[in-house]
């Protein structure tokens, strides 16, 4: 396995591997209604008096691979892992970022000192997708084994019952910008959780699954 600094050339793809009961939601616009179906009908497999809460669900998944796909997302993992009866709800975002999106030539020191000033950016202008005003978004440099540095951002988010199934508890998101060998472009892994009370457990899971990402 070829380490970061190892490629003279961009690598041709990247793996990172998910746990069992994540369920993968293509983006492309000619496979997502067949994947969306897919798993509506696993979630309500033996559940047949819940039609409205069954195409509320479809609703939310068209629109988060719609943002997830304008957004230049790669792949999309949904949790349908359970406790009991307790769906361990969660989420992660592969999107490539342009160079046009960030400052040229940023190192990962540079990108965590970005990102702090677009947070407080934000909190000055209370924009409602910050971070919650009484959190402080924790953006660190990293080292993942096999590709090198990596800055890492943990945010608690106000929840928006809107757009997440009726949920009113706080959403936790932990992101990972990677550097992409031998270009200026970005990796972002993004994890998400509106699991609050179990939002420190469900970090350590997305730092792991985090740690298995490696170029091809």
């Known amino acids: 396995m070829k380490k ?30 067949r994947a969306i179906v897919a798993l509506a009908e696993r979630q309500f497999r033996g559940i047949d008096n819940a039609p409205r809460l069954k195409e509320q669900f479809m609703r939310e998944l068209q629109r988060k691979a719609r943002e997830a796909y304008r957004a230049g997302g790669m792949e999309l993992y949904l949790s349908t892992l ?20 960030w400052p040229q030539n940023l190192d990962v020191e540079a990108l965590a000192e970005h990102l702090l000033v677009l947070d407080a950016q934000k909190a000055e ?18 080292d993942l084994e096999a590709v090198g540095k990596a800055v890492r951002r943990r945010c608690r988010e106000a929840p928006d019952p809107e757009h997440q199934l009726g949920n009113e508890l706080p959403t936790t998101t932990l992101s990972y910008y990677v550097s992409i060998p031998a270009t200026t472009s970005w990796l972002l892994m993004n994890f998400s959780t509106p699991m609050d009370p179990l939002a420190d457990k469900m970090v350590e899971l997305f730092d792991v699954v985090a740690g298995t990402l490696h170029w091809g």
Do not use: H, K
């Open 82 to 101: 359970t406790i009991g009866p307790i769906p361990l709800a969660s989420s992660l975002l592969i999107s490539m970022l342009s160079p046009d999106a």
């Open 125 to 142: 202008a209370r924009e409602r997708t910050g971070c919650l005003a009484s959190e402080l978004s924790v953006v660190e440099v990293v």
């Open 4 to 33: 970061a600094d190892e490629f003279a050339s961009p690598p041709s793809d990247y793996n990172v591997i998910v746990p069992d009961g994540w369920f993968q939601l293509l983006l492309d616009p000619d496979d997502r209604d």
